[in-house]
């Protein structure tokens, strides 16, 4: 357990680092031409649209998912107290 937070936490780390540096060092590079800069937007201009399609079918999932437990707990709600309605008949 510990040892899987060291590494999740120096993922988190090194990546905004990167990030970071990439932020402040990308448009100096770009002017020059960097290949690396340039590889590295040719991926963001394919990946980003993937990613912004996956979160929002995972948002989409999570809504769907959450109308229908809310449905299936209201069901069970109006089950109860309808027992408890029938239990409280009976005992007068």
Known sequence: MV???????FVLVVGL????????????MRARGSRLVARLDALAARWVPVA?????????????????????LAQRLAAHRAR????????R
């Open 17 to 28: 680092a990167l990030a970071v540096l990439l932020s402040v060092a990308a448009p100096p």
């Open 52 to 72: 912004l399609q996956a979160a929002h079918r995972a948002r989409e999932h999570a809504e769907r998912t959450g109308r229908r437990a809310a449905q299936q």
């Open 3 to 9: 040892l899987t937070t060291l590494i999740v936490t």
């Open 84 to 91: 408890s309605g029938d239990e409280a008949a009976r005992a």
